[in-house]
Every structure is written in C-alpha cells, then in structure tokens.
C-alpha cells in the first residue's frame, strides 16, 4: 500500500506522515515504556485488529522508527523496541501527554487502563531543575502483582524508573491515591490515617512528594 503524502514542504507534514495513522501513536506510547511483544500489544491497545496492528508495526519498521529482535532462549520471542528514531520522539510524546491532560477527563465505561500509563504521566511533570533529594518507592497496586516505580529527587531535576530498588520510603497505593498526591488533591495525613496507602521507611517525607513535579509545566 503506497504511503499517504501531504503536498506540502513542511516538517509538520512530514512528521503527520510518519504517524498520524491511526493507531501509531499509541504503539509508540507502548513502547516507551519498553520493549514489547506483538500479543503485548495487541492485548494493551484494546480495540486495535491485528490486521492493523501487523500494517502499523511494518510502517514503523520501515520507516526506522522500531526495531524487530529475537530475545535468547528460554524467552525465544520476539519483540519491538525503539530505534534511536523512535526514541527521539519521546520528548514530545511527554509533551502531548501534558498537552493532551486538558482534555482528560473521567473514563467512559469500558475504558481499558494500565497503571504503567500513570509512569508516562510521572516523567511528563517530573521537575527539571533542583528537586528535594529524597527517594521513593512507589508500588502501584494492580490486579497482578503491585507494579514498582522509583521516584528520586536531586540537584539534577526528578528521575522516575521501573525497578524496586532501595528507597528511603516505601509507599503502596491505588493509582488514583498516587495521582491525588501528586497533585495535592489528597494530603498525605489524609491518606495516612483513611488507610488509602500503607507505608514504610521516613513517612515524613511524603510531604515533599509533589515538590518532585510541576503540574504547570508546559509541552515545551
């Protein structure tokens, strides 16, 4: 199928090539947050055929924007993963998520929803300049196993990872409780003494969580 081109010689066209199809975007949110298999795709974008799904990853795939590996034994599966391309847009899939958050409203019944999202949210708002240098271990609760997210402050702006790895407080909670804390809409002694989290380590320092985020921050 010949590629659809916009008659115009601008890069804002150029990129609305690239993907604006339906669908695209979305495989590119998937994966940044890691590299992921065909069937994990296919299960995480609910809606999508696998039709289209199998013509959205060969458009990516030819145009540089994903790569195609096949992981060792006993794995032996393959998956997609971001090229440099591909990661290069990240940036500015942070920026639509910010954008995007002024139309974000309560989920229609049936919404499907993945607390990893809630990751991309965390990195979009996360402070670039000096935050409170305190570590946190946040393990979002899911219907399997909590999914682990690691906030730090520092000199160097906030950095939100995937892993478990030693925190000064450890905190286990729903992902709207996460959200109201970081947005203040929820205080930390409220949290606390309704039981909406439970918590270990420097509980006093989950007042300088939203001092790790800027919630005005624009797409830039």
């Known amino acids: 199928m010949k590629s659809f081109r916009y008659p115009q010689s601008c890069p804002v066209a150029r990129a609305a090539e690239v993907i604006g199809e339906r669908w ?41 924007l994903i790569t195609r590996e096949q992981l060792d034994p006993p794995a032996a599966s393959t998956v997609y993963r971001l090229s440099d391309s591909g990661q290069a847009l990240v940036p500015v899939l ?24 809630l990751r991309l949210g965390l990195l979009a708002y996360s402070r670039r300049e000096a935050t409170p240098a305190h570590t946190y271990a946040i393990r979002i609760q ?25 925190a000064e ?16 809409a929820i205080h930390p002694s409220e949290a606390l003494a309704g039981g909406k989290l439970s918590a270990e380590g420097r509980v006093e320092i989950l007042e300088k969580l939203p001092e790790l985020f800027d919630l005005n921050a624009d797409s830039t």
């Not at 910010?98 to 139309?103: E, F, L, P, S, T």
């Not at 899911?142 to 030693?166: F, H, I, N, Q, S």
């Open 24 to 64: 695209t975007l979305l495989i590119i949110r998937e994966l940044a947050l890691g590299p992921q298999r065909f069937s994990d795709l296919r299960e995480r974008l609910s809606g999508v055929s696998s039709s289209v799904l199998t013509a959205r990853i060969n458009g990516l795939l030819e145009k540089g």
């Open 94 to 117: 942070l920026g639509l998520v910010r954008w995007g958050a002024r139309y974000f409203s309560s989920p229609h019944p049936g919404d499907h929803f993945e607390p990893d999202w």
């Open 142 to 166: 899911t219907p399997g196993k909590p999914l682990p997210v690691r906030v730090a402050g520092g000199r160097g702006g906030t950095t939100v990872t995937l892993d478990d790895g030693p």
């Open 169 to 184: 407080l450890t905190i286990t909670l729903e992902p709207s409780v996460l959200m109201g804390l970081v947005t203040g």
